[in-house]
């Protein structure tokens, strides 16, 4: 009989064991340099892709002979309006081992492409090195900086269609466009891809019938990790601790669930600072400092970087060692 209450003690002490999102768990500094590897080597190879199809007088790859037997006698200069690059054209990579004949319209779709994986793949770097650095590296954020890159230059090619319909003629040809115009504007759009999704929103709502709020729509944001609002006027608050109890040696993972909290609060156990391990807006995993006083219950106070505090009294128990 004595078994079976033991057991429905436990049960019941799991059961309301709060679960910890997905994704929440710091990533450890292997993943993170796999994640960093990762990034660095689609840079390279996106830049070695740009710097292969950016226009120039002497197609890649062409013999030499073959350059000069086609040379005009007065060859206009680079940037020249009456400069023709030869449509297609057969360009190398990896020293021969791939040699497309590619068209000049697909050239420049191919750069916009590249440019806009370039600024997103800037952005995510730029979000890895700042997180990396203020210990907030989750692993939520893996398919983020691994996808990031792909989504910029698909959207670097619905800005590119949406600019060159609109603002260019039908007829216009290659050598009536700029590349440079076409690859800044890609960038920007893989660098700021939220501020350019909400302009192509801006755009489609003018052409076609905006639609109702759903029941759960949620305004759009950054496309970087977001961080909890620091100006937010409300105050935290705790809804549990645990465990509820650990010795008074500390070093007990406590885990503070409630809402509210900010990145950059303090835990106090006590009247002792806690060692954060992790947080989000709801939950704080910290490590119990030894015990100033001794056994018994103390206070356990959250305190955000506004200054707003929530204390929940007596929440955390400090048992004798044994």
């Known amino acids: 009989m004595s078994t079976q209450i033991t057991d429905t003690s436990t049960s019941s002490t799991s059961t309301n064991q709060p679960e910890k999102p997905p994704g929440q768990k710091l990533m450890k500094a292997r993943w993170i340099a796999l994640i960093a590897i990762y990034l660095l080597a689609i840079s390279v190879l996106v830049l070695y892709g740009l710097i292969k199809l950016w226009p120039h007088p002497t197609p890649s790859g062409e013999p030499k ?87 910029g230059a698909i959207l670097a090619v619905i800005f590119y269609f949406v600019v060159r319909g609109g603002f260019f003629s039908p007829q216009a040809s290659f050598e009536q466009t700029s590349p440079f115009g076409f690859a800044a504007l890609s960038a920007l759009v893989g660098l700021f891809s939220p501020q350019a999704t909400l302009k192509l929103k801006e755009v489609a709502e003018t052409i076609f019938t905006k639609p109702g709020a759903g029941t759960d729509t949620k305004p759009q944001g950054s496309a970087s990790p977001p961080k909890p609002d620091e100006t937010a006027q409300a105050a935290p608050q705790i809804t549990s601790v645990t465990p509820t109890s650990g010795p008074a040696a500390g070093g007990t993972t406590l885990s503070i669930t409630g809402t509210g909290f900010v990145t950059g609060g303090t835990v106090k156990i006590g009247s002792a600072a806690a060692q954060i391990t992790s947080s989000s807006n709801t939950t704080i995993e910290v490590v119990t400092p030894p015990s100033g006083s001794g056994p018994g219950a103390v206070d356990v106070d959250v305190t955000n970087p506004n200054g707003k505090t929530t204390t929940l009294s007596q929440g955390y128990t400090y048992e004798a060692d044994t």
């Open 65 to 151: 002979e073959t350059a000069q037997a086609t040379a005009s006698p007065s060859p206009a200069p680079s940037g020249s309006p009456n400069r023709k690059l030869p449509d297609p054209e057969q360009i190398s990579f990896f020293g021969g081992w791939i040699s497309p004949q590619i068209y000049l319209e697909t050239r420049l779709l191919l750069i916009v492409m590249l440019t806009g994986s370039l600024g997103s793949l800037m952005h995510s770097l730029r979000s890895l090195y700042w997180y990396t650095g203020n210990r907030e590296m989750v692993w939520s954020w893996a398919a983020f900086y691994f996808l990031l890159p792909f989504t």
